[in-house]
Every structure is written in C-alpha cells, then in structure tokens.
C-alpha cells in the first residue's frame, strides 16, 4: 500500500549542484504537486501537474524545473542549487484538483 | 492577500477543552475544501472534506460559510494527541483553479 513514495528522504548538497527528486504514485492519479515547506512559511506549491502530459507553475517556481514522465511519476530538478532551495519538499498527488491531495513523506534537502 | 488564511496560534488548551478554528478564503467559487493534519516534519494528512451541509467525524466537525466564506473545524473534547498543526485548503473550482493551503494553525493540548 505505498500511495505516494519520494527518493531520497534526505539529501546535503553544496551550493551549485544539481539533483532530481524522485516522485511516484500508484494510486492512478491523475494530478500531481510539488511543494516546499519552511518554517512559519506553510506549503507553498513550485509545480504540478493537472494530467499527464501538462505542467504548470506554481506560487515558487524559480531555480526548479519538472518534469511529468508518465501518469505515476513527476520528478522536480535543482539545476544550481542555492541554499535558500533549503527546505522540506513534497510531493503530493489527487483524483482531481478538487478531490483531497495524499502526501509522500517528503525530501529533507540542505544545501550547503 | 493570500487566497486561504489561518490564525496561526498557537492555541493552547487543557485535555477534554473544546476549540474552533476557522480559515477564510478569498475565491468564491472555490468548490472545495479539506481540513488536514499535519505533525511535526512529518506530512499533511488528511483529516476530513468539508462539504456544504457541515459534516461530522467522531470529536471533529467541520462546517462551510458560503456567505462569508470561511470553513471552520471544531474539536471536542481534545486529547493530547490532538497536538499538531491543522492546515485547510480551499478551492479546486473547475480545471484551472488549484487548491490552496493555509498556512496551518498549531494546536497544543496540555494535561
């Protein structure tokens, strides 16, 4: 019963790296979300993705890219990471967009 | 203005208390909404939908003002385990409009 799974569940990247996080969700949903959450800050949503095929973005899309590989993945890439990237990710997926969202367990990235 | 808008509390109260929150948000035609349950570093879960009618979950019920648009979600009778930060959602209005979530409001249950 995995729902929604995030690779890696924590990761230490010096300033200028680049990395992928891994999103996957075997629920058969059709839209899928990327969020960040820092302290004091709420979540607040980089991208997503509504079906296969389509991305949008979100309230804070800047230094972050995606990308909707199939119906069950969508993979968010740190090009440059900065240290202000440093923050608690996740991804998110739903039915629709006005049916309730399930969460991975979230990516705690630092960059350094 | 953010679209969804949560007092952050804290809000501080003794086991067995009964407390309230309520969230307002700025799209009218938001047509959906969700209270979640978030515990420290861990990820939002959801609690319960809101629907129109009000709805209730054992302790927990959640009730939508079209009118003058807020959602709010009254627990009774709180444990200890009710400790954590409850964060709502709105909107979800046709394709185009993504839901939103507060920023979340803490709650603290003591002994």
């Known amino acids: 019963n995995a729902g929604v799974t995030q690779t890696p569940k924590f990761q230490v990247l010096k300033t200028g790296q680049s990395m992928t996080l891994q999103c996957a969700q075997d629920m058969n949903h059709n839209s899928m979300y990327w969020y960040r959450q820092d302290p004091g800050m709420g979540l607040r949503l980089i991208y997503y993705s509504a079906s296969e095929g389509t991305t949008d973005k979100g309230e804070v899309p800047n230094g972050y890219n995606v990308s909707r590989l199939n119906k069950r993945e969508f993979s968010l890439r740190l090009e440059s990471a900065a240290p202000s990237q440093t923050s608690v990710y996740f991804c998110?997926?739903?039915?629709?967009?006005?049916?309730?969202?399930?969460f991975g367990d979230g990516t705690r990235l630092s960059i350094l | 203005r953010k679209e969804v808008e949560q007092d952050p509390g804290p809000f501080n109260v003794p086991e067995g208390a009964t407390v309230a929150f309520n969230c307002t948000y700025s799209?009218?035609?938001?047509?959906?909404f969700f209270w979640y349950r978030q515990d420290c570093r861990k990820e939002p879960k959801l609690l319960m939908s809101v629907y129109s009618s009000g709805n209730e979950d054992g302790r927990f019920t959640a009730q939508l003002n079209r009118a003058s648009q807020y959602i709010s979600l009254l627990i009774r009778d709180s444990k200890l385990s009710d400790s954590a930060t409850y964060l709502c959602?709105?909107?979800?209005?046709?394709?185009?409009?993504?839901?939103?979530f507060g920023r979340g409001t803490s709650l603290i249950v003591h002994p």
């Open positions: 998110a997926s739903s039915v629709a967009f006005k049916e309730p969202q399930h």
């Open positions: 959602v709105g909107g979800g209005s046709g394709g185009s409009y993504i839901p939103t």
């Open positions: 799209n009218s035609a938001s047509q959906s």
